[in-house]
């Protein structure tokens, strides 16, 4: 990327980045949008807002006369919500330039430093920064140095803005079914997330799902002293420690009958598997630990399959605010990452089932003094299926276009991802529009989405310029 083109993408990622964009508000995501429609009208693109029961998705549409081939792109522009206190700067939304010091501190450097040349390892920390704004002001930044360099690509480009994608994307299924026609197209490109851990050039060809649950046991109706009735009153968090507990073997194994039914690994699969270069040992000791579930045989071929995970427990109180008490409830919040070969409604009915088999009454809400009378047992099972999961073959025409401006930038293959552990909501799209998608990713790693002091780093901020520049202008087959 040409030096004098530095600045002005950066100018425009801070202009961006200044937009606050948590999708719980829905006038942070108006503002976006209207900036939003100026910087794709700006570009050259015919825009639009699709309507939804919640904030607008954006659609921006570029069409070349005479062009057989028509290519969707899957850009999001929300954001988590902030906790200012968490991060090292005085607003997450205003952006900060930084160096690593000496000790390994990060450091505030002026933006003017930016004006004698750039360091790589320079970071750019703000809300959004890798997850998403980075990759859509890419996608702003390829497309202004297509303008300037006189380059038309070589079918049309229709362009589809997530707003609401941390909330689980709950209305973008409802807009895609109603707008089919205007989002047609051959194939799908998701600019997404980070490359492989080996931070090699990565094309990921698919995605899990994401189904949640929420699970509850019930004790006394209101706390009970431990020592009055110790032994006596029956302790929901023991009740649910125990229904978790049967759910898997200590080996992380999934105990329930059928939860795995359909996954078949074979030898054409499994090469592609292999040929990730994954560092298992490296990455279990960065996380302190010495051995990993018993699921599969590697990292890759765990992802193959679902997930049952409680990403979170409550039950009265801990720390310095803990008491001696039997506390009336117990909570455990569960997510089950899906994949092709299972059926989201089979696999909650699965865990539902199971809670049944242990004997308690599974309700749907919390239970009336009736129910509490009639069964010694009693649990609430409350779920959400957000989207599910999509892979494409390594030969669609995503995936070749995505390889082809991989290896046209690197010189080489670059790795293939097979099914990428994390969620997108990209099944709806493909469902709707009956077309293959493929994920090209364009930030660092080690970015902290999610998280207090998420960042960039310069370097591959700019490199991923060029890799859009370098997918974008390839020829779809």
């Known amino acids: 990327m040409a030096s004098q083109e530095t600045p002005a993408a950066i100018a425009l990622f801070r202009e961006f980045l200044a937009l606050p964009n948590d999708a719980l508000h829905v006038e942070d995501i108006e503002r976006q949008n209207a900036w939003l429609l100026q910087a794709f009208n700006a570009r050259g693109f015919e825009t639009r807002l699709l309507a939804t029961e919640g904030s607008p998705a954006l659609f921006a549409e570029r069409r070349r006369p005479g062009a057989e081939r028509t290519v969707l792109v899957y850009l999001q522009a929300d954001g988590q919500p902030v906790d200012p206190a968490a991060w090292n700067q005085p607003d997450p939304y205003e952006a900060v330039l930084m160096q690593a010091s000496a000790a390994g501190r990060w450091e505030a450097l002026p933006w003017s430093a930016l004006d004698s040349g750039l360091d790589p390892e320079w970071r750019i920390f703000a809300r959004s920064a890798s997850d998403s704004k980075g990759p859509m002001t890419q996608f702003l930044a390829a497309m202004d140095l297509f303008a300037a360099a006189g380059r038309q690509l070589p079918y049309n480009l229709k362009v589809i803005v997530d707003t609401e994608e941390e909330l689980g994307s709950p209305n973008l299924a409802a807009a895609i079914n109603a707008n089919r026609e205007l989002l047609a197209a051959d194939l799908l490109l998701i600019f997404d997330g980070p490359p492989h851990a080996s931070n090699r050039p990565t094309v990921t060809l698919g995605a899990r799902g994401i189904a949640t649950i929420t699970l509850t046991t019930f004790g006394p109706k209101v706390a009970q002293h431990s020592g009055h009735y110790g032994n006596f009153v029956p302790n929901p968090a023991l009740a649910l420690a125990q229904i978790l507990a049967s759910m898997k ?82 909570v455990a919040e569960i997510d089950i990452r899906l994949v092709m070969e299972s059926d989201p409604d089979y696999l909650v009915g699965l865990v539902r089932d199971h809670v049944a088999a242990l004997g308690y009454k599974v309700l749907d809400r919390a239970p009336t003094d009736a129910e509490r009378m009639e069964f010694p047992r009693l649990a609430s099972m409350t779920h959400d299926i957000s989207y599910g999961a999509f892979r494409s073959d390594p030969e669609s025409p995503p995936a070749r276009m995505a390889r082809a401006g991989m290896r046209h930038l690197y010189g080489e293959e670059p790795v293939i991802v097979r099914t990428m552990g994390g969620s997108i909501p990209i099944s709806p799209i493909i469902e709707a529009l009956g077309v293959p998608a493929a994920v090209v990713p364009s930030v660092n790693i080690d970015n902290n989405q999610h998280s207090p002091n998420e960042n960039i780093r310069v370097g591959n901020f700019l490199e991923g310029i060029v890799i859009l520049m370098s997918v974008l202008q390839q020829t779809p087959d």
Do not use: K
């Open 249 to 330: 073997s200590p080996d992380g194994v999934v105990q329930i009958e059928g939860f795995y039914d359909g996954v078949a690994i074979g030898d054409e699969t499994r090469a592609i598997l292999e040929a990730v270069p994954d560092d298992e040992e490296r990455i279990l000791r960065s996380m302190g630990l010495i051995r990993a579930d018993a699921v599969a045989a590697s990292l890759q071929e765990s992802l193959q399959y679902p997930s049952l995970n409680v990403r979170g427990l409550s039950a009265a109180w801990v720390g310095d605010g803990a008491r001696t008490i039997i506390p009336p409830s117990a």
